[in-house]
């Protein structure tokens, strides 16, 4: 079992910045893709970020140039660090690891407002 735990969600003004971590509870994270997922109330669930376990990434078209996904397999950990933050970008952020089976954090809440 993999236990996920994001921390770094808060409240920050538009243009502002925040640096999300995922800690997986696994000693095999390096063969875990990660990835951060959010959810808007009302809305689905989407894709923002992956990372593959060499390396490559994905970013949603709303992200890109924004946001930059990266993993530290020492650590068993993940980042998302989010520039230039838009309203819209307010949403509940989850991460997810995937290696035959999907493993769900918690989700940390960002919110986007002056």
């Known amino acids: 079992q993999v236990q996920l735990v994001e921390s770094g969600g808060g409240w920050v003004q538009p243009g502002g910045s925040l640096r999300l971590s995922c800690v997986a509870s696994?000693?095999?994270?390096?063969?875990?893709?990660m990835g951060w997922y959010r959810q808007a109330p009302g809305k689905q669930r989407e894709l923002v970020a992956s990372?593959?376990?060499?390396?490559?990434?994905y970013y949603g078209d709303s992200v890109k140039g924004r946001f930059t996904i990266s993993r530290d397999n020492a650590k068993s950990t993940m980042y998302l660090q989010m520039n230039s933050l838009k309203p819209e970008d307010t949403s509940v952020y989850y991460c997810?690891?995937?290696?035959?089976?999907?493993?769900w954090g918690q989700g940390t809440q960002v919110t986007v407002s002056s």
């Open positions: 997810k690891a995937w290696y035959f089976a999907d493993y």
């Open positions: 696994v000693s095999s994270f390096a063969l875990y893709t």
């Open positions: 990372i593959s376990t060499g390396g490559s990434t």
